[in-house]
């Protein structure tokens, strides 16, 4: 991904247009607003500049938020109207970034971002405006056991039980980063099913498809996408034997229907450890992987987070974990 340096002055019209009108191009829109505010006595007030990669700014798109400075911050942070950013410094000790989510059901139109940089005595704020493209997704067609699309009222204690313990564990956002380097899809296998599908299962119309399928013959190990911590490893009534690793600062991948778990909650997985096999289990028409991805409560596609901060990427370069 190549990247201009910084300037100042809001995105060209180009740009946006650009983002509104394609989701398919990377884009790379600059700073849109510089503030500074002298609060010590530094004899020259730091300054920051926001940028952002993203492959698009649409619905289930991961945006890389890159704070510059003028002088090496001690601090950086910032917040969208939806949620706090987690900036972590990069190897250039100018450069903070941190990770957004759009969310798949995210309105079209602008969202703020407000960033905040201390160094020694000084601060300084910014404030970068993204204008989020509509997209639609498409819809597909499928047949399952009955079932699993009105389940028997016997089922519901256990599905509603299940479902507000995945909230619980989705709502906790690790103060610290716990990945490093890139994320890697947790199977060779190609993606089969694309993020945002809308499901009409048996004839019913039903909430979208909020992660990527994989081809995966049963029994293929599935390596954790990058390091963290397991927050969940237990069968669930629709997505079977379930693993949940939580990356930090509120990014987290969910990994369905397998065949065999071999972490426990509270274990600490490397980037690429086997967490289990894939298998069959739960809501599921073959046997295949799914893996979605939250990044704070956004449901986003895990393409587009290979896409921002996997190996191929050249972005990401966020190395050094600030708690
Ligand atoms: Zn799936």
Redesign the pocket.
């Known amino acids: 991904m190549p990247a201009t340096g910084p300037r100042a002055g809001r995105p060209s019209g180009a740009s946006t247009a650009q983002a509104v009108t394609s989701c398919a191009a990377i884009v790379l829109l600059l700073c849109a607003g510089i503030g500074t505010r002298a609060s010590g006595v530094a004899a020259e007030p730091v300054r920051v500049t926001v940028s952002h990669v993203a492959r698009a700014v649409c619905p289930g798109e991961v945006v890389l938020v890159r704070a510059t400075t003028s002088a090496p911050a001690d601090a950086v942070t910032g917040r969208s109207p939806a949620e706090a950013l987690h900036f972590a410094r990069t190897v250039d000790p100018l450069v903070w970034e941190a990770v957004l989510g759009i969310d798949i059901s995210a309105k079209a139109g602008p969202v703020r971002l407000i960033v905040h940089a201390q160094a020694g005595g000084s601060a300084a704020d910014a404030t970068h405006d993204l204008v989020v493209a509509p997209k639609t997704f498409p819809a597909r067609r499928i047949t399952v056991d009955p079932k699993f699309v009105d389940p028997p009222a016997s089922e519901m204690p256990r599905i509603q039980r299940e479902a507000k313990q995945m909230a619980a564990v989705l709502a906790v956002v690790s103060p610290a980063r716990l990945w490093s380097g890139p994320f890697a899809a947790p199977v060779p296998g190609p993606a089969t ?1 694309a993020f945002g599908r809308i499901s009409i299962i048996n004839g019913q119309r039903r909430t979208p ?1 909020t ?1 990527t ?1 994989f081809q995966a013959a049963v029994g293929t190990p599935i390596s954790a996408p990058n390091a963290g911590t397991v927050v969940l490893s237990e069968a669930l009534y629709f997505s079977g034997e379930t693993v949940i690793v939580d990356h930090g600062f509120g990014v987290f991948s969910f990994l369905a229907h397998l065949s065999r778990r071999d972490v426990a909650v509270g274990d600490a997985v490397r980037a690429g450890m086997v967490v289990g096999l894939s298998g069959v289990t739960g809501r599921i028409t073959g046997p295949h992987l ?1 893996w979605s991805v939250r990044v704070g409560p956004a449901r986003v596609d895990p393409m587009s987070l290979l896409a921002i901060l996997g190996k191929q990427s050249g972005t990401g370069r966020i190395l050094e974990r600030v708690s």
């Open positions: 099913s498809h992660g399928d799914h």
